[in-house]
């Protein structure tokens, strides 16, 4: 999986009994929400990035000028959230109420 330090606790977390990705990924999101986003099913079907997540959406937040990223801001803003909920965070669920009206 690479040595990035975000694998490396990912795969430590699945050694866990009943620790699966989507589980492993809640638990570093929890730890680490600017760290990465959330995997599900449902966020990964709608996000298009089954086989690949990480990389595919940091890519997307930095193209076009970072349009997805302030998108996200201005999200953000509009539902009135705390500081310390990230950006990140707010695509997370986006991406899973999306999917979850399409009935995934």
Do not use: F
Not at 6 to 21: E, H
Not at 28 to 49: E, F, H, Q, W
Not at 78 to 88: C, D, I, K, R, T
């Amino acid at each position: 999986m690479g040595e990035w330090v975000g694998w490396k606790v990912m795969s430590a977390l699945r050694t866990l009994d009943g620790v699966g990705p989507t589980r492993a990924s809640k638990l570093l999101a929890r730890k680490r929400p600017c760290l990465r986003p959330i995997y599900d099913d449902v966020v990964s079907r709608v996000t298009n990035t089954v086989q690949s997540q990480w990389e595919p959406v940091r890519v997307a937040l930095r193209a076009d000028g970072r349009a997805l990223q302030e998108r996200l801001v201005h999200l953000h803003a509009e539902a009135g959230l705390s500081e310390q909920v990230p950006a990140l965070r707010v695509l997370d669920v986006v991406a899973w109420m999306e999917g979850k009206d399409k009935g995934w």
